[in-house]
C-alpha cells in the first residue's frame, strides 16, 4: 500500500556533504513521524534523527551538528541533509515514515525504504 522511495546516497569524499530524499508513495491518509536510521557492516541499525508531522526533531546527541532532517508535508518527503561527512558515517540509510494507508479508519503503520548506500572515502 505504501512504498518509501530514497534518493541522493553516493561515494564522497571526507568532508562533503550529501542530501538524501525519501518520498511516500500510495494510498495515504496521514504521515506522521518520519525517520532516518544507518547501519553498517557489523552493527546494528541506529536512529540518525526523526521528525514529528509539526516539525519536533528528536535526535541523538551523536548525531547532531552534521545531519539535518527536515520533512515537506505537502510533498510527503523527507529529507536529510549530511555536512562535514566521515569515513565513519559510510553505511546503507534508511528512511522510515509511520503512515495511515489504504483507508482513512486504518491504525498508523512503520514503513522502511529500501536504504540508500552512503560512502565516505578517506
Known amino acids: 500500500q505504501v512504498q518509501l522511495v530514497e534518493s541522493g546516497g553516493g561515494l564522497v569524499q571526507a568532508g562533503g556533504s550529501l542530501r538524501l530524499s525519501c518520498v511516500a508513495r500510495?494510498?495515504?491518509?496521514?504521515?506522521?513521524?518520519m525517520a532516518w536510521y544507518r547501519q553498517a557492516p557489523g552493527n546494528q541499525r541506529e536512529l540518525v534523527a526523526s521528525i514529528s508531522s509539526g516539525g519536533t526533531v528528536n535526535q541523538p546527541d551523536s548525531m547532531k551538528g552534521r545531519f539535518t532532517i527536515s520533512r515537506d508535508n505537502i510533498k510527503k518527503t523527507q529529507y536529510l541533509q549530511m555536512n562535514s561527512l566521515k569515513p565513519e558515517d559510510t553505511a546503507v540509510y534508511y528512511c522510515m515514515a509511520n503512515v495511515r494507508a489504504g483507508a482513512w479508519y486504518n491504525s498508523p503503520s512503520d514503513y522502511w525504504g529500501q536504504g540508500t548506500q552512503v560512502t565516505v572515502s578517506s
Open positions: 500510495g494510498t495515504i491518509f496521514g504521515v506522521y513521524t
